[in-house]
């Protein structure tokens, strides 16, 4: 039996390779593999070697669906969020753990209320809000709020981003909108504030809030700044959750010259994509879309290299990230002639590998909402593996089984 064979041997040999849903199963039979499934030590190690052999995908639609894909892009699976009174917005995957926000009205609540999701193993913690939110409500209103989701190699911690666009009021007089950057950590369960950049005169870094102009990868989370906050819209910033910095650099010369804007921004072989267009009209499936891969260098320099360019084919649509194996993910939908509030929606895979050029649109298995406007939803993929994390967390601090 397995709880007869050496420790060492069951992690090293069998347990790593086995899925979430065996290993629990064998938790529960014997106390001595359910010791060693919970261990930190052990969750960490499953959660890297599921991320590089089992890696997939997950879509979001906006309001409260997600579809998983395998690496394939075919279907393997809706995943439920136990919270369906609600509509919410995922902000970020990483290692089996989603973050996912509240659809956020200023007007009725405080502060956006934040969750950590393991639809694997049906475990959900929610993040209270920090002190400074809730300590003088009565002089601050918050206006919007844009949130990533990373991982910390130094600390192996995960952290949740907020960028808080706010309102002061004080004797009945309102001041400038200003920005709050807060950092939650999920070992230490708690809040902090983070400087806003290393220059005092920048003071506005608040994202565009478009479709596809945030992202998170390998422990930093990107955003185009809003051209109304942002004096200089030619950049692009990103918090690091390692050392929790706020960094910028410009985009493309190219592109600033020539007036081009950003169509989305994504990320390929763990370096920063950017899309853009020469053409006024963002939907305009015409258009020449360039991408632009950020090279970070020594001493935190960057330079731009021109990687490639997207067909003006209206079967392709337009970019939305690159895929795991360096695969164009676009996005495209074509209003209904019966009714001009349903349309439909599709995410489509262009390949251009060795200059055999295959189109693939991939059945999403979502529902429309015509009650939605299509031009607000949310289409965002995420690459997702399975993990056991929150499986070893102590209890009492908020999570719940479903």
């Given at each position: 039996m397995l709880c007869d064979i050496p420790e060492e041997v069951l992690e090293e040999h069998v347990l790593w390779r086995l899925s979430v849903k065996t290993l629990v199963k064998l938790g529960f039979a014997c106390k001595s593999l359910n010791a060693i499934v919970t261990a930190p030590r052990f969750i960490s190690k499953h959660a890297d070697w599921s991320a590089k052999n089992q890696p997939g995908y997950l879509i979001n639609h906006g309001g409260c669906e997600i579809t998983r894909l395998d690496k394939r892009f075919d279907f393997i699976e809706k995943l439920d969020f136990p919270f369906k009174h609600f509509k919410f917005q995922l902000v970020g995957a990483c290692h089996g753990l989603l973050c996912l926000t509240k659809e956020f009205r200023p007007k009725k609540e405080k502060f956006p209320t934040t969750f950590i999701w393991n639809p694997s193993i049906r475990l959900v913690k929610e993040i209270l809000p920090p002190d400074i939110i809730t300590s003088d409500p009565y002089y601050i209103t918050y206006k919007n709020c844009v949130s990533g989701f990373g991982f910390d190699c130094t600390t192996n911690d995960y952290k949740v981003f907020h960028i808080l666009l706010a309102k002061f009021s004080k004797q009945n007089h309102d001041v400038d909108h200003v920005v709050i950057n807060l950092v939650h950590s999920l070992n230490a369960d708690?809040?902090?504030?983070?400087?806003?950049?290393?220059?005092?005169?920048?003071?506005?870094?608040?994202?565009t809030i478009c479709t596809g102009c945030t992202t998170s990868f390998n422990g930093s989370f990107?955003?185009?700044?809003?051209?109304?906050?942002?004096?200089?819209?030619?950049?692009?910033?990103?918090?690091?959750?390692?050392?929790?910095?706020?960094?910028?650099?410009?985009?493309?010369?190219?592109?600033?010259?020539?007036?081009?804007?950003?169509?989305?921004?994504?990320?390929?072989?763990?370096?920063?994509?950017?899309?853009?267009?020469?053409?006024?009209?963002?939907?305009?499936?015409?258009?020449?879309?360039?991408?632009?891969?950020?090279?970070?260098?020594?001493?935190?320099?960057?330079?731009?290299?021109?990687?490639?360019?997207?067909?003006?084919?209206?079967?392709?649509?337009?970019?939305?990230?690159?895929?795991?194996?360096?695969e164009t993910l676009c996005w495209k939908f074509q209003d209904s002639m019966e009714n001009s509030k349903c349309f439909s929606y599709s995410?489509?895979?262009?390949?251009?590998?060795?200059?055999?050029?295959?189109?693939?649109?991939?059945?999403?298995?979502?529902?429309?909402?015509?009650?939605?406007?299509?031009?607000?939803?949310?289409?965002?993929?995420?690459?997702?593996?399975?993990?056991?994390?929150?499986?070893?967390?102590?209890?009492?601090?908020?999570?719940?089984?479903?």
């Open positions: 708690s809040w902090r504030v983070i400087e806003n950049d290393t220059n005092a005169d920048d003071e506005s870094t608040y994202p990107y955003w185009i700044p809003s051209k109304k906050y942002e004096s200089s819209p030619e950049l692009i910033k990103w918090f690091d959750f390692c050392d929790e910095k706020i960094r910028k650099t410009r985009l493309p010369r190219a592109v600033v010259k020539n007036d081009q804007y950003v169509v989305c921004i994504g990320s390929l072989k763990n370096s920063l994509v950017v899309f853009v267009s020469d053409d006024e009209q963002k939907n305009n499936f015409q258009c020449r879309i360039s991408a632009w891969v950020m090279m970070k260098e020594l001493g935190q320099t960057t330079t731009w290299v021109h990687q490639f360019s997207v067909p003006n084919d209206p079967q392709v649509g337009l970019p939305l990230d690159i895929g795991l194996d360096g995410i489509v895979v262009y390949d251009d590998v060795k200059q055999r050029k295959s189109i693939r649109e991939v059945d999403t298995h979502i529902v429309e909402d015509s009650d939605v406007d299509k031009h607000i939803r949310v289409r965002e993929t995420f690459t997702y593996s399975e993990s056991l994390l929150l499986l070893g967390l102590r209890k009492g601090v908020g999570i719940n089984r479903y």
